[in-house]
Nanobody
């Protein structure tokens, strides 16, 4: 069974940056593809970013395009999310899930999440 663990969240002022990491572990974690989602209080979990299985393409929610960059280190089974020019509306718990998908319903395995809080 694959396990996912997010890290790197925190409190930052508007305009600041954070880098999130999602580490995959377990006997079948090699080569796993993952996606980033987020969930703000009182809202549904929403897609943020993902990469194609071959790493050739990246996909972003319109709300984060031009500010967030997704990348991964296949040797470490780690997915990253570089978040720049953060806005208060980016405040949420950020989750990674298994699969290169924009549909949260297609995710089978979630990490525990990492809180990102952006102050104005």
């Amino acid at each position: 069974q694959v396990q996912l663990a997010e890290s790197g969240g925190g409190l930052v002022q508007a305009g600041g940056s954070l880098r999130l990491s999602c580490d995959a572990s377990g006997p079948t974690s090699s080569g796993i593809v993952m996606s980033w989602f987020r969930q703000a209080p009182g809202k549904e979990r929403e897609f943020v970013a993902t990469m194609s299985w071959d790493g050739g393409s990246s996909y972003y929610a319109d709300s984060v395009k031009g500010r967030f960059t997704v990348s991964r280190d296949d040797a470490k089974n780690t997915l990253y999310l570089q978040m720049n020019n953060l806005k208060p509306e980016d405040t949420a718990v950020y989750y990674c899930g298994d699969g290169a998908t924009e549909d949260a319903a297609r995710i089978n395995i979630w990490g525990q999440g990492t809180q990102v809080t952006v102050s104005s």
